[in-house]
């Protein structure tokens, strides 16, 4: 039997605390709050004029959530998928993964012992200028289909907030409370306001986008109270 074609059982996830955002909506600030609170990101990117913090991503587990959102759990995705909880499960102390294609997600609540996440959302009109001015036209999933994916995992992992880059950056009090119900004292003097890349794009939104917008602020009001 050709050893691809094997069965192969995933490895449990013991302890997954993810960042979850469509690209350039504040998931790298997310992620700097939690490493404030202890939480290691094993992570194989350098930081840049973007970021100059650091990405916070596992390179490996990034195009992993792409094969798994086009072939979910093959034989390969699941062997990759063991490589990348190993890496977690065996990072010293607390470790986090980002995710920015937000259906892949589902694939580590069924493997993960206790899941907790951070959503993160921007507004789209700035998320999509400053991805254009990175040179980005274009990500497998849209805005809209990958916040809609966020809506849909927030409403199935019971431990998960929602949070906005523009809360983060105002230094919002209330962040510090909303990270507390997923069990994590974060310092919010670790994110400066000139981390902003972009404010106040007059990038032109669908009605559709508008509307998701607005309803992920609602979702946010939630998880601020």
């Known amino acids: ?44 990117t350098r930081a840049d004029n973007y970021n100059k913090d650091g990405y916070y991503e596992l390179l490996s587990a990034k195009e992993l959530e792409k094969k798994l959102i086009e ?6 995705n699941i062997a990759e998928l063991n490589n990348v909880v ?24 069924h493997i993960a012992k206790n899941l907790r996440v951070v959503f993160i959302f921007r507004n789209p009109s700035d998320v999509k200028a400053s991805m254009l001015r990175r040179g980005i036209s274009d990500f497998k999933l849209n805005w809209f289909d990958n916040n809609n994916a966020l809506i849909a995992a927030r409403e199935n992992i019971p431990k998960s907030i929602v949070v906005s880059y523009e809360t983060i950056l105002r230094g919002d009090r209330r962040i510090v409370r909303a990270f507390k119900k997923i069990g994590f004292s974060i310092d919010p003097s ?32 939630e998880s601020l109270k």
């Open 86 to 109: 190993r890496t977690l499960n065996n990072t010293k102390g607390l470790a986090g993964l980002k995710i920015v294609h937000l259906p892949s997600i589902f694939f580590y609540k």
């Open 1 to 44: 039997m050709n050893s691809k074609s094997q069965s192969v059982n995933p490895v449990v996830l013991q302890n997954g605390i993810f960042v979850a955002g469509h690209p350039r909506s504040g998931t790298s600030l997310a992620c700097k709050l939690l490493e404030s609170a202890g939480v290691t990101f094993p992570s194989d």
């Open 190 to 221: 670790v994110v400066k306001r000139s981390y902003r890349t972009q404010e106040n794009s007059r990038v032109m939104l669908r009605p559709e986008e508008d509307k998701m917008f607005c309803f992920l602020q609602k979702l946010e009001k």
């Open 71 to 76: 072939k979910a759990m093959t034989p390969e």
